[in-house]
């Protein structure tokens, strides 16, 4: 089984502030884990993902996210906040089991950047 | 390029109804993905195919619900008797599989409302 826990329905953050959206997640093996924004009226789109390797990761629009597998977490982050990070942000997990594909999403975060 | 692309954007029905709603997944990509997204929740998985046929059905919730990909392209959800309790967002990702796990490439979704 697999899954994720986003604990913050909803995030502020002052502009050029660093910023924290938080992840846990539960799977039986090791994880592939996952960041997607979600902007109204629009489709998920893909941040960043951990597949092995360094510890933390780098994504599109400068976010990052650092992989703890002792707290089995994967926090997001960004150093400075701009209003247009705005938006729905979405976990996601798969397990590493051969002939696994789906995702398991969070419930997701409500990031929003106050000017 | 073109992205994965979902039609009609929205659907409004009867209860009972049958409705089919289509995706059109980024062209070359092997996998193809039907999420469903309830209000205020994450994408929860319905369905994977590996070209044409259906790899993993473990997330459709009955047998009113089905899905074809004839080709190996496009796809096609099918739910028979509509119930209010479909309502919702119904997404669909493609990913080219190439060895590594890939991400999974968002359509914008068709919001189906049954009445």
């Known amino acids: 089984a697999q899954s994720v826990a986003q604990p913050e329905d909803q995030v502020n953050v002052a502009e050029g502030n660093p910023l924290t959206v938080k992840c846990t997640y539960s799977?039986?093996?090791?994880?592939?884990l996952f960041w997607y924004v979600q902007y109204p009226n629009r489709g998920l789109q893909f941040l960043l993902k951990y597949i092995t390797g360094d510890n933390l990761v780098k994504g599109s629009y400068g976010f990052e996210a650092e992989f703890n597998k002792s707290q089995t977490s994967f926090h997001l982050k960004k150093p400075s906040a701009l209003v247009s990070d705005s938006a729905l942000y979405f976990c996601?997990?798969?397990?590493?089991?051969?002939?696994?594909?789906?995702?398991?999403f969070g419930t997701g975060t409500r990031l929003t950047i106050i000017p | 390029g073109a992205g994965v692309s979902q039609t009609p954007s929205n659907k409004v029905t009867e209860k009972g109804k049958y409705v089919e709603l289509r995706c059109d997944p980024i062209s070359g990509h092997t996998a193809l993905y039907w999420y469903r997204q309830s209000l205020g929740q994450g994408p929860e998985f319905l369905i994977y195919f590996q070209g044409t046929g259906a790899a993993d059905d473990s997330g459709l919730p009955n047998d009113r619900f089905f899905a074809v990909r004839p080709e190996g392209s496009v796809s096609t959800l099918k739910i028979q008797r509509t119930e209010r309790g479909d309502s919702a967002v119904y997404l669909c990702a493609s990913s080219s599989l190439g060895g590594a796990p890939d991400e999974q490439f968002f359509g914008p979704g068709t919001r189906l409302t049954v009445l």
């Open positions: 996601a997990v798969r397990d590493r089991d051969f002939g696994n594909e789906k995702l398991t």
């Open positions: 799977v039986s093996g090791n994880p592939y």
